[in-house]
């Protein structure tokens, strides 16, 4: 009697976990004897996934805090290492988490494992030497960014461009969008100001008072807006508490009913694109963080969305041009509903959009993990 496929699933970040699930989901439906062992989260526990190690452990930013985990990892590397040597393991299916995954991609290529990355690390920020390096130790490299593809190809890499996991969440209804405009207590004809200063502490503290101020500034302007501020997923609602302003964690019924919308570096612009919602990005960091990445960073956008159009379709605001008074401004002509510089953002961000793919990328990456193992068997 055949053992059934073993499949390693990596994944060390809520994102990476919710992706990952959706992936092994494809995967039962089409092989239902399938088995699944890995890293991860909730999401992939609830698919059926046996975890070896949790979010809790994984999910850890910044160089201090990887130190002092250090031995933790190193340990994790070393069982992970044990399966895919001695024989427990017939693919691997890696998911973003670049410092963890690239190593265990390179020990599976040295144990003749193949390997299969989804979502690529972000090489054409600032480590372009991870190209060659992920394309010589994975198998298959599925990215969600479409101008990523050549970057790899260059490299020799086996890639392809899968969509992007936004793109696979349905529209909220007008009715959620209703409900939310409920709990709030806005009026329905009342345009509504989506602020999104981001989920890490570092990033609350930065942008919390900044945000708040040019929300104050667009309301001398237009009395009418009610802003709303987005509580990502782990924070605490009571950490917005002094600023005044009602919140929600329903972030994308937010950016929907949005009339505008100002948003801090990260997926979070492509999720306004997603959205449709012409918004403003602006972004402080440390000067020392700031500094090093002016020296590193070989991009000419700093907002996802506007390096998936291959121009600067949204306003970015960076460190100290990132003020209130500058921010307020730019958000200003966006208001007016029948306003030009409105609706050539919102053209712009149709075609972010369509750059993005259509839904079902889960299923596509699925498709590619199937073929990969009918090649090993």
């Not at 046996?50 to 070393?78: C, I, K, P, S, W």
């Not at 890639?159 to 529209?171: D, Q």
């Not at 700031?290 to 956008?301: D, Y």
Request: aromatic share 6%; no cysteine.
């Amino acid at each position: 009697m055949n053992t059934p496929p073993r499949i390693l699933v990596l994944a060390g970040e809520a994102s990476g976990d919710h992706h990952a699930a959706r992936v092994v989901a494809e995967l039962r439906k089409a092989r239902p004897e399938l088995v699944f062992v890995g890293l991860g989260g909730p999401d992939l526990e609830a698919e059926g996934v046996q975890l070896m190690a949790g979010l809790d452990e994984l999910a850890v930013m910044g160089f201090a805090e990887v130190v002092r985990h250090l031995g933790f990892f190193v340990r994790l590397g070393q069982r992970v290492k044990r399966l895919l040597q001695e024989g427990e393991v017939d693919l691997v299916l890696a998911v973003d988490y670049p410092g963890f995954n690239l190593r265990m991609a390179r020990a599976a290529r040295r144990f003749g494992v193949p390997v299969l990355y989804y979502v690529a690390p972000q090489v054409w920020a600032w480590k372009p030497r991870r190209a060659a390096q992920l394309a010589r130790d994975a198998d298959h490299i599925a990215v969600i960014l479409p101008f990523e593809p050549p970057i790899f190809e260059a490299e020799g890499a086996s890639v392809s461009f899968v969509g992007h996991p936004l793109m696979e969440t349905a529209s909220p209804s007008p009715e959620a969008r209703a409900h939310l405009r409920q709990e709030l207590g806005i009026e329905a004809n009342r345009p509504i100001l989506a602020l999104l200063p981001g989920s890490r502490n570092q990033e609350l503290e930065r942008h919390l008072e900044l945000f708040r101020g040019a929300a104050e500034r667009l309301r001398a302007a237009h009395s009418e807006l009610a802003p709303v501020l987005a509580v990502a997923p782990g924070v605490a609602p009571e950490r917005f508490a002094d600023t005044g302003l009602p919140t929600t964690s329903r972030t994308r019924e937010l950016l929907r009913t949005a009339r505008v919308a100002l948003v801090k570096s990260g997926t979070s612009t492509l999720e306004a694109a997603v959205a449709g919602v012409p918004f403003v990005m602006a972004y402080r960091t440390s000067p020392l963080t700031f500094a090093l990445a002016k020296r590193l960073v070989r991009v000419p956008h700093v907002a996802l969305a506007n390096l998936v159009a291959g121009e600067r379709v949204v306003p970015e605001f960076l460190q100290s041009q990132a003020t209130p008074e500058a921010l307020a401004a730019a958000l200003d002509p966006l208001v007016p509903e029948a306003s030009g510089a409105r609706r050539t953002m919102e053209e712009g961000l149709a075609r972010i959009r369509g750059a993005l793919g259509g839904p079902g990328a889960a299923e596509r990456v699925a498709s590619k993990v199937l073929a990969l193992l009918e090649t090993r068997r």
